[in-house]
């Protein structure tokens, strides 16, 4: 494992964020009807990947919260592949871009859930500080 030093280091982060970049793109042609909808839901939440990946690891320091947010993370991830379905089903996009997309979501969730899971790899405490008697 290379050296992270700041959350836009971290492969999921870069991952994630190329894959919303994608969505913004291809959402860009969507019908006017879904601006609102579709369109509005599927960039909010593959954009919410990447800031719930960011919160958690400013929030490193406490192991609970850094897996909170990356359920978070984990969360969002999955509703943007619920709305690829939608994206695919309604002939919004092709067969080619969903499983694509799909599958770069499903490399992501796994990311997240190896982070989750090795959480004390990523997490640290303060030291303590006792107090003088």
């Known amino acids: 494992m290379t050296f992270v030093k700041f959350h836009k ?3 999921v ?15 860009k042609k969507f019908p006017s009807e879904e601006r609102y909808s579709l369109t ?13 990946i960011t919160e958690a690891w400013r929030k490193r320091r406490y192991e ?10 984990d969360g969002e991830a999955a509703e943007t592949q619920n709305w690829l ?3 695919f ?20 969730l ?3 859930v190896s982070m989750t899971i090795n959480s004390k790899k990523w997490t640290f405490t ?3 500080i006792s107090k003088p008697q």
């Open 9 to 11: 280091d971290l492969i």
């Open 13 to 27: 982060y870069q991952k994630a964020f190329s894959a919303a970049m994608e969505i913004y793109a291809i959402s």
């Open 40 to 52: 509005d839901q599927i960039r909010r939440s593959s954009r919410s990947v990447n800031a719930n």
């Open 64 to 73: 609970k919260s850094f897996i909170s947010k990356l359920n978070d993370a």
């Open 85 to 87: 379905d939608f994206a």
């Open 89 to 108: 089903a309604c002939g919004y996009i092709d067969k080619e871009i969903y499983v694509d997309l799909y599958k770069k979501y499903d490399e992501i």
């Open 110 to 112: 796994g990311m997240i």
């Open 126 to 128: 303060e030291p303590k």
